[in-house]
């Protein structure tokens, strides 16, 4: 069992959990991710790590209440457990010889997005961080993301908050104004993770993306998590989920993403408890 140590709602739909894992958090890396089953009857769900804390034995996760899962997790506060949470899983991301990076986050993907500056920032890499949301209500960790990066760009898509415009929009100007990036990492949305690749792409820019898809072991057992990258069959749960975006075939995952619609509908309408919940 692992005990909640704190809890933050970050907007009406997105919340911060700190949780008791102090032998996760010894080795815990950004870019990796946990798994976890909120009691007997809840499914396996994927999060990565937000952030860690040694010396406290916390790990951070931050997620979007959008299946049962999710919301039961929700429901949750500092003082209850939760049965399962294993980790960390994946592989770590690196970022050997880097000095300037662009770390671009859609929506929750910002939860994600912010290890990975947080990292580089501590790293002595510059970094230029833009966060994109649909609107101001839904703004998350911006004085987290703030405090690790050189130049932080908050895009809002009705314009209510920061620049009006998508990211994609941001990087583009960031680009045309000279900046010269050893990596772009992008972090959120499949369709803005793709669109962020073909700007990058005519640049020769090496562009990472944190990759999404159905998962249910976590180590590489099921195969639900294969992905398609330079022609290759690849398990975002062993392999990534850091991958090369210029290489990912993003309307092959965005089919594979869309295969349980339905059942996640259906599941997250149903006022029946037990069996498979979606996330």
Do not use: W
């Amino acid at each position: 069992m692992f005990e909640i140590k704190n809890k933050r709602i970050l907007n009406e739909n997105v919340v911060l959990l700190e949780v008791y894992a102090p032998f996760i958090a010894k080795k815990a890396q950004a870019g990796q991710f946990i798994i976890f089953r909120v009691d007997e009857k809840g499914e396996r769900v994927p999060l990565t790590i937000a952030d860690y804390d040694r010396e406290n034995g916390t790990i951070t996760i931050i997620f979007q209440t959008i299946g049962k899962s999710t919301k039961r997790l929700a429901e949750l506060n500092a003082g209850d457990y939760i049965l399962d949470f294993v980790g960390p899983l994946g592989k770590a991301s690196h970022f050997d010889g880097v000095k300037k990076a662009c770390v671009i986050g859609g929506g929750v993907g910002c939860a994600i997005a912010y290890p990975q500056a947080k990292q580089l920032h501590e790293m002595g890499v510059e970094v230029d961080l833009i966060a994109g949301f649909r609107n101001k209500d839904i703004v998350i960790l911006e004085d987290e993301m703030k405090a690790v990066s050189n130049r932080l760009i908050i895009t809002t898509d009705d314009g209510s908050y920061g620049k009006k415009g998508f990211v994609t929009n941001a990087l583009q100007e960031l680009i045309d104004e000279g900046n010269r990036y050893d990596i772009v990492i992008a972090i959120g949305p499949v369709p803005m993770m793709k669109f962020l690749c073909d700007v990058t792409r005519p640049y020769k820019i090496h562009t990472m993306v944190s990759l999404n898809p159905i998962m249910i072991d976590g180590t590489g057992m099921c195969g639900g998590c294969r992905v398609t990258v330079g022609g290759e069959t690849k398990f975002a749960c062993v392999d990534g989920p850091d991958f090369d975006g210029h290489l990912v075939d993003f309307d092959e995952l965005m089919r594979r993403n869309s295969f349980y619609k339905k059942e996640e509908t259906r599941s997250a309408n149903c006022r029946l408890m037990g069996g498979t919940e979606n996330a």
